[in-house]
Nanobody
Framework: QVQLVESGGGLVQAGGSLRLSCAAS????????MAWYRQAPGKQRDLVAV???????HYADSVKGRFIISRDNAKNTVRLQMDNLKPEDTGVYYC????????WGQGTQVTVSS
């Protein structure tokens, strides 16, 4: 049974920081491409950042220079360090893992107040 469990969301003022974590189980984590998506109210779910099994990284333009994605294969964990948060970063953040199939976490709420 595959599980992706996010943690670390919360309420923060603009300019603040949060660190999200996603703990994976039931998969061979090291061979999976891992990503963070977010969904603002009334909007589609958009890619924030992705890290491949080989360590290649891609960020959405809106978060470049502010967010850092990392993975710890020994702990089956992917993290998203979010700095200089803006109100437009508000949304539910989802962890996603993909190899032959894709799996989603349940999401964690991030709210950035102005």
């Amino acid at each position: 049974q595959v599980q992706l469990v996010e943690s670390g969301g919360g309420l923060v003022q603009a300019g603040g920081s949060l660190r999200l974590s996603c703990a994976a189980s039931g998969i061979i984590f090291s061979i999976y491409k891992m990503a963070w998506y977010r969904q603002a109210p009334g909007k589609q779910r958009d890619l924030v950042a992705v890290i491949t099994s080989g360590g290649s990284i891609h960020y959405a333009d809106s978060v470049k220079g502010r967010f850092i994605i990392s993975r710890d294969n020994a702990k089956n964990t992917v993290r998203l360090q979010m700095d200089n948060l803006k109100p437009e970063d508000t949304g539910v953040y989802y962890c996603y893992g993909e190899k032959e199939f894709g799996y989603w976490g349940q999401g964690t709420q991030v709210t950035v107040s102005s």
